[in-house]
């Protein structure tokens, strides 16, 4: 289990929430669009409707992580790595960056923006200031603060 509630994920992972512009979708759906470290993330919105306003916003990005891609960097490899962060789809992500934060099943990574990425099996272990590179499944979901 990843989360025992929506407040409780975002209560725990707020010192690693993204900022960004928040553009709320037309009633009715579920997608947060939010643009932060340069690009336009579309989420699944986990904090019930009406509560995003469109404008400034603390969110908590969160992606469940394709194992398939996703690895611990060589200490070779992380030299020079820049962090990368690229939409894949409508709703997923790819990249690299250095993890934050390194727990059993989740890693809180900064590739241009804090990420809280997680599964539901045991990750390799890393420490923190290690680096990594991940490719989500979709969707990313939003923890609005």
Known sequence: M???SETEFASRYAAFAAEGELYPQPE???LLEFAT???VLYLFDRTGPYVARPGFARVVVHGVLDLAGTRRL???EERGT???LTVVGI???EGTGEVLHAARQVWVVRARVPLVLAAFE????VQVGEWVAF???PPLHGFLL
């Open 91 to 93: 709703s997923g992500v």
């Open 82 to 84: 820049p962090e990368t």
């Open 74 to 76: 060589t200490p070779g």
């Open 2 to 4: 990843l989360e025992s």
């Open 122 to 125: 045991p990750l390799p272990p």
């Open 37 to 39: 470290g340069g690009r």
């Open 135 to 137: 490719r989500t499944l």
């Open 28 to 30: 009715g759906s579920p």
